[in-house]
């Protein structure tokens, strides 16, 4: 009896603080989409809106998913054409077929359903099903999964990927049971690199720059620790704050600074891919639960041959972007070993500060990595 009452006493712990984070955090810098959707006001209000916009689901042909015995809504912030997102479509069409059309996923992206904040209360209410969240977004409720936002962690995706398929991957999907969520796989969300409205090339020319960060004290510091000046501005008002002087520059990946346009009033990008992280693909927890064997290893193999499909897509949508990018007058700057050591050595202390904090992870994660 004490157990099911301390398990939904933690339930409802969760959905409190995850209510209290709508109210407080800003979305984090992961969007492809430079507008943001409102976030609904209530899960009910969530519900609501879904049902009449007809038009949201993305995923597959609507015809097939006629009888489903199960419809899941799966909630993503990014664009149709983003590579997550089609590696989110394509685990929608996955799910159905191998589940020979009992379950139906739909995919709504662009932020229909609110920000990547909301679907948190959403995925705890079981309003929404699934849904994708940055790490950004993501250590607000769960704090141990700031860890892969330190800076120079990973030399590229392919340790990131050798470390997500380990033990360190399973701690953090099943570590998100205490908050009504179950973790299903991961997506990758690519190396983060600064981009500015002057040129910067070394770590001199950070000094005093007001620089856009999400709202995370790790990321804070980092800025910091380079001799910048972090500024905190949702993610939607990135480019009107660039246009403003509000900042002069911010971080993140090429494919979001081409698909937000950053590059129209920030037009210098320094490759320093100074934090290479993913997102994760989450699932409330008491659906999960829910779930015989068999359709556990059906969204199982479905997680998986979306996150091949993902990586597939990734790097090459990478290539495409920065080529775009120049084609469109910016300019890629890719800072030599000296610079980076100096990022490097800048931001020594943000893992003296943090070691002991996250010391079990950083532990499983440089013993995966052979450190």
Not at 114 to 136: H, R, W
Request: hydrophobic share 40%.
């Amino acid at each position: 009896m004490s157990s099911i009452f301390n398990k939904k006493m933690k339930k409802m712990l969760a959905a409190a603080l995850a209510a209290s984070m709508v109210m407080g955090l800003t979305a984090c810098g992961g969007s492809s989409q430079p507008t943001e959707t409102k976030a609904p006001e209530s899960a009910k209000e969530t519900e609501a809106a879904a049902e009449g916009t007809t038009e949201a689901a993305a995923a597959g042909d609507e015809e097939k998913k006629t009888g489903s015995e199960m419809t899941w809504k799966l909630a993503t912030d990014a664009a149709k054409d983003y590579p997550t997102t089609k590696a989110l479509i394509k685990f929608a069409d996955e799910v159905y077929e191998k589940s020979n059309g009992r379950i139906a996923v739909d995919v709504y992206e662009s932020s229909i359903l609110g920000d990547e904040v909301s679907y948190m209360e959403q995925l705890q209410a079981g309003t929404v099903d699934v849904a994708k969240l940055s790490i950004g977004t993501l250590s607000g409720l769960y704090e141990d999964t700031q860890v892969f936002l330190l800076p120079f962690l990973f030399k590229n995706n392919t340790e990131m990927w050798k470390v997500l398929e380990g033990d360190v991957g399973t701690t953090i999907k099943n570590g998100l049971n205490d908050y009504s969520i179950q973790g299903i796989g991961f997506t990758d969300c690519g190396s983060r690199c600064f981009y500015t409205t002057t040129e910067v090339k070394t770590i001199d020319d950070f000094k005093g720059l007001p620089i856009r960060v999400q709202n995370n004290q790790l990321m804070n510091s980092m800025v910091s620790n380079l001799g910048a000046n972090p500024v905190n501005v949702a993610a939607n008002e990135v480019y009107s704050a660039l246009q403003t002087g509000v900042c002069k520059g911010g971080e993140n990946n090429p494919n979001i600074i081409l698909s937000d346009s950053l590059y129209e009033v920030a037009p210098y990008v320094l490759m320093d891919n100074h934090t290479t992280t993913m997102d994760v693909i989450c699932m409330n927890l008491d659906l999960w639960e829910s779930l015989s064997d068999e359709d556990k290893a059906i969204v199982d193999e479905a997680m998986a041959d979306a996150t091949a499909y993902d990586r597939e897509i990734w790097d090459a949508s990478i290539d495409e972007s920065l080529q775009t990018l120049k084609d469109k007058g910016a300019t890629i700057v890719e800072p030599d070993d000296a610079t980076l050591d100096s990022f490097r050595e800048a931001m020594a202390p943000i893992y003296e500060e943090y070691s002991a904090k996250y010391a079990t992870l950083l532990d499983a994660i440089n013993t995966t990595l052979g450190k």
